[in-house]
């Protein structure tokens, strides 16, 4: 989850343990026999990724929901998974229960089967999740091409409103504040859309690090230009955002933790995607289309705005 | 590695998991594809598994060390591994160095590649690894059988002595004393020994939990009686718990994090797995023998003491 500045300490990594031409995915791919095994994992730290408001039930579950979020968003079914906890001496009897029932809970939502994992005393809950399914071939991050459609799976930006919620003292509850709190404690990756559209994907990536860390990723690895023109937020966030003149660019774009994907298409197979995503109750949002050029832009009528990379930067 | 009440904690999640006859083994299986694929991951925290002494790149090697422990007592070569870690924000890149260069020397050493992973923010260091293998068959926990003979692959209680000197103030160095330092932060798995001779294993386990509760676990599953007529000490430790007035059962037995194993062979075995002792440069004991019966006992003279499961009890 929060990760520590990656440019520098996964440059030491992998300069020692001499991976050199490193590309950048959202699962680890390795061979065993004749089996191309996709894995994924994932932590989860108290002290760095779990609200104080946020039960033990609901992080445990997520942490399970961040690797199957990546698994969707590369079209492989999740099939197996071990766990490791780090607990502090102090932990309740129902405290331990919780956490087996948010393990519990997310597993049996994507049908993973638990096959191991260890339990260790540490200062702070720490949850590491590795899942494991096989795929001869995944969508990759950089396989965009000019005249492409670009779509998320859904709209973006109530995570960051409901992080703010969750860590400050608001008391007033209103449909708004309820559904961007339940976007931070209760994603839902759209496992059966990456499952059954990956076919038609030119490129995809997981957007949990944030839409601008997303597109300028895809857009750096397929050496194409990413042109935004519609933004993926519904009517009642923007509402409001406007209503309490605030830029809702930044929870948009930079909040992350929303657990979709963003899909690249040649746009023959617009019609079947939507099909499918009516078919599959997935939101999708068409917001852009991809050209020869670098970098990701922000279409407003006639100007384009540079849109940064400014996801989780991690360590600030 | 040091891990809590297992009983309570290890059922609750076993129960909630689903997995109802769970039997205990050193290793995960699970099948991907045509593939069986073996897995192990281990844990070691900062606050309960590194003495202030010990330096990173130990503490680092030694996490992926205690992976392959168990995959060599199931005979199982591993071959990739997933590495997460945690670490504080006061980490230097000296310090991320050190980490990095345990890795790789543990990678090297056992020839595993690492496909990935990640690095997190915490508030202590965590290493996490989970290692990658393939078998279609391991040597189990329960297979021996009445008149089998039981070994380990090395001698025990140096690690015992190792860590009271690495956590005590002791000044004094000696050829004994550098051997059980180096014992607890070089430890060195015998996984040519294991792959090359599991096929005369009836049953095998790996030891770092403790000798006590290795035969114990051993002797409950197999479902028979284990009995030793050898202590497998060595001359040097036992002269100098001699020396000291001291009982040097609790170290051979209840220490632990000798990281050897502990196997059983027909008899008829005896000859050749000793000859391959000898090639592997792996100093095997014969430490005893199985019976019809249950329980563990230590024969002394005419008599025999029932040996109890004093390893690794977590969170006394």
Redesign the interface.
Known sequence: ????D?K???D??Q?????KKFISEDV???T??????I?K???M?Q???IPQKMGLLDAARKSVIACVSDFASKGVKP??G???I??P?SIS?KE??NI??G??KA?KEYEI????????????I?F?V?I???SDRIVTRKGSNKGDLIFTTGPFGYTSLGLEILLGNNKKINNLIKKSVKSVINPKPRLDYGLKNKRYFSSSMDSSDGLSTTLNEMSKQSKKKFVINKIPINRDLENYFKKHNRDFNSAIFHGGEEYEFVFTIPSKYRKIIIKNSILLKTPIIEIGYVELGKGVFIQNQNEEFKLKDLGWK??K
Request: one cysteine or more; a positive charge; glycine letters at 8%.
């Open positions: 989850m929060k990760k520590l990656e520098k300490i996964i030491i990594f300069r020692k343990l001499g991976n680890e791919k390795f065993l026999g004749k089996t191309k095994i894995a994992t994932d932590t730290v002290s760095t990724d099939e197996y071990i766990i490791s780090n607990i001496k009897t331990i229960n087996a029932n393990f519990k597993c089967s638990i096959v191991g994992g260890d339990t260790n005393e540490g200062k702070e720490v590491n590795c494991f399914g096989k991690h360590f």
